[in-house]
């Protein structure tokens, strides 16, 4: 089994909590109210701007060059590509701006900065991972269910379920599998434990979103 196959297993019960979550389950059908969204484009643009920063971080850490250039390609597609498109949302929705950023927001930005800082390099990677590969999991799950006719947030459904998105999940893990396999246990066992705590954020993402959690 390889180490992303481990990793997915162990959070089996968290992605399957989030995939039923309100949150999710509502954007699927059309009906998330407008608030919950907008609250939540608000946070993932200020998310887009730090987790750009740790792929940055994470490319300029990495041993072998093509890592070193994948992990600057996510990060530029962070940083431009899809805030771009978070741009748009908050046109479309009437945000005026990003705002400050909420508790589960500031959490997970801070745990994957100081992981990609501070930890070894395959552990920061590993914290990244479900950055990807939940977005994708989810998306395509939703691009599957039965579509609800206009969608106010199909163009988000559309980004996470497309073909390109994959392309960069399929290359953020096959990366992840060679570090695993180049490193010892002890570096495996915690790339496994930062990939369940930052899933465990993006559960609690979704979830403060839905919840308009902010700061007391
Ligand atoms: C919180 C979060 N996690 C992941 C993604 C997908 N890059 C995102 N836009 N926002």
């Not at 070193?68 to 741009?87: D, Q, Y």
């Not at 914290?127 to 039965?146: E, M, N, Q, R, T």
């Not at 060679?178 to 495996?188: F, K, L, M, P």
């Amino acid at each position: 089994m390889t180490w992303t196959e481990h990793a997915w297993q162990a959070i089996a019960p968290i992605y399957k909590r989030i995939i039923e979550m309100p949150f999710l389950a509502e954007l699927s059908k059309g009906t998330l109210a407008q608030e919950r969204f907008q609250f939540y484009i608000m946070q993932d643009s200020g998310y887009l701007e730090h987790f750009g920063k740790a792929l940055a971080l994470l490319g300029a850490r990495a041993a072998a060059t093509e890592d070193a250039l994948a992990f600057m390609r996510f990060a530029e597609n962070a940083l431009v590509v899809e805030s771009l498109l978070h741009e748009s949302y908050l046109k479309d929705f009437g945000i005026p701006d990003k705002g400050t950023l909420e508790p589960a927001c500031h959490h997970y930005v801070h745990f994957l900065k100081s992981t990609a800082a501070l930890d070894a390099v395959e552990i920061g990677m590993a914290a990244v991972l479900p950055c990807f590969w939940i977005y994708k999991a989810v998306g395509d799950h939703i691009s599957k269910s039965p579509q609800a006719p206009a969608n106010p947030y199909q163009k988000w459904i559309d980004t996470y379920g497309g073909e390109e998105f994959g392309i960069a999940v399929r290359q953020a893990i096959a990366i992840c599998d060679r570090a695993a396999s180049a490193t010892t246990e002890q570096t495996r066992a915690a790339m496994t434990k930062a990939f369940i705590t930052a899933s465990r954020l993006e559960y609690d993402f979704w979830d403060g979103a839905y919840q308009l959690r902010m700061w007391k």
